[in-house]
């Protein structure tokens, strides 16, 4: 069985990644969607907030776990025995980051690969960043992301 681990934020899940992940079960057996703690981004939600949404959002597809980490990708693909990272390129400014990013993993671990997905065309343009920014000043971002998550940005964003 092959399985992937698609790291990220998440912070909120969008419709971008929602297509990456049901592209990405059409590659792979399974896939553990993992949610990151990243020291320099700061995040709207907390870890275990953006599990629950994920979970929420992902309900029924077959394959797919939730889980969170900590610390380097490529130590929790390691401790899973998975050894492909997934990962989505929206635009070239994205593959230059990414690109850095999967050659120092592979000088950390030559074992582990890393694959780039892009998303559909209509996921291509917006970001969690760009969808919190959007809320924040009072814009509907239903058609980004799940209602309960479109909801939840409401009323964090509003409470602030």
Partial sequence: MKKAIYPGTFDPITFGHIDLIKRALEIFDGLIVAVASNPRKKTLFSKQERVQMLKKALVGLEGVVVDEFSGLVTNYARKKKIN???????????????????????KLMPDIETMFLMPSEEYSYFSSN????????GGDVSSFVPDF?????????NAQ
């Fill in 84 to 106: 492909v990272i997934l990962r989505g390129i929206r635009a070239f400014s994205d593959f230059e980051y990414e690109f850095q990013m999967a050659l120092t993993n592979r």
């Fill in 130 to 137: 760009l969808i919190k920014e959007a809320a924040s000043l």
């Fill in 149 to 157: 998550v479109a909801q939840e940005l409401k009323k964090r964003l």
